[in-house]
């Protein structure tokens, strides 16, 4: 009981920062010691004083939850990650599932919806890689004016409804 309460109650900042820093966050990660205990909603609420604050249109901040099962120290993630939605930090919150079971999928994908997020599953490390390296891409793009964003939008959701015109 100790080492839950001790994992429940402590989240480690892995990486924070306005500018992406590839051997800074290595550096963060190799620090990284598994406990077996997932406090989701905790290490969304301490994210916060890391975020800018503003109104909606002014300020938008991104924050990548990776997780490998649900909260497991009872918080309610989906809560939380609402409030900071909500918040002055306006924050989307996008997902991703390392191999997890469908009903934490479901949590997981509640949580990036009510944010305005993605979530994606990912089942080994190259797959990791390819959905961090799109959440990249695709944060670059935001910071673009929102014409160029509205086009590149509508480009993807007609390919999109292409692939799906394919499958039937």
């Excluded at 924070?16 to 909603?41: H, I, M």
């Excluded at 503003?54 to 990776?66: K, M, R």
């Excluded at 959905?131 to 670059?140: G, H, I, M």
Aim: proline content about 4%.
């Amino acid at each position: 009981l100790k080492d839950r309460d001790r994992s429940c109650n402590s989240t480690q900042k892995i990486y924070a920062g306005s500018k992406y820093d590839q051997k800074q966050l290595e550096q963060a990660l190799s620090g990284v010691q598994p406990t077996g205990y997932n406090p989701l909603a905790l290490a969304l609420f301490k994210s916060q004083p890391d975020m800018k604050k503003g109104a909606p249109g002014q300020v938008e901040n991104h924050v990548i939850l990776i997780t490998d099962g649900y909260d497991n120290c009872d918080g309610n993630p989906e809560k939380m990650a609402q409030a900071l939605h909500l918040s002055d930090t306006a924050a989307n919150v996008h997902v991703i599932g390392l191999d997890v079971e469908a009903k934490t999928e479901q949590q997981l994908r509640n949580i990036a919806d009510q944010t305005g997020g993605d979530y994606a599953t990912v089942k080994n490390e190259k797959e990791l890689e390819k959905v961090l390296a799109s959440e990249t891409d695709r944060l670059k793009e935001s910071r673009q004016p929102w014409a160029i964003r509205a086009i590149n939008s509508v480009q993807k959701a007609h390919h999109y409804d292409e692939e799906r015109l394919q499958q039937y």
